[in-house]
């Protein structure tokens, strides 16, 4: 069966929800949002976030094409009209990095999502996401990412502090990222972060605007 079933998903989906319609807006636009799904893993989220908005565009977008096949599957088996077909995305790459276009995606987004990636890939990738959203988010756009983060150089908790020993060990390129390196990250790419929120198992939603 192609369609994935994430438990991650099913668990951090409902709690990022309310988050991701106050950022983006739950009120009906004056046209359509694009917004853009980097890692988007098995699909369940998309289907979740895309059912909240409906008048919004939603772009999945994943390495792996199995999780592309799972998005498409997902997509079908729920019947979400305004999820795109989902298209391939390496945001290490330079055509990314330097704002080529994408698959169909317009080149000026609202806003890119991306949920629990960047610290099970290397730091080259949270440069290319940054660089690339700096370059395509439109005027107050933003960047709203999701995940476990050490503030002020520590962890939050131990459990997350036996997390990051856990990826280093299975990729040493791998790890927690600490929210000022991000910040400063975001600043070279001329963005701005303006929202840190707790959420439930001690991650965050880190919120970075054009």
Known sequence: MSRLDFPSAVRNGPAILPVLLDIVGSAAPARPRHILEVASGSGQHACLFAAALPDD?????????????????????????NIKDPVFLDVSQTSWREGAPLAGVPPRIDAIL?????????WEAACGLFEGAGKRLCPGGHLILYGPYKMDGRHTAPSNAAFDQSLKARDPRWGVRAREDLDELAQSCGLVRTHCIAMPANNFVLVFSA
Do not use: L
Not at 57 to 81: Q, T
Not at 114 to 122: D, F, G, L, Y
């Open 57 to 81: 565009v939603w772009w999945p977008s994943d390495i792996d094409p199995a999780h592309i096949e799972s998005v498409r599957a997902w997509r079908a088996h729920k019947g979400v009209s």
């Open 114 to 122: 991306c949920v629990n990636m960047i610290h099970i890939a290397p």
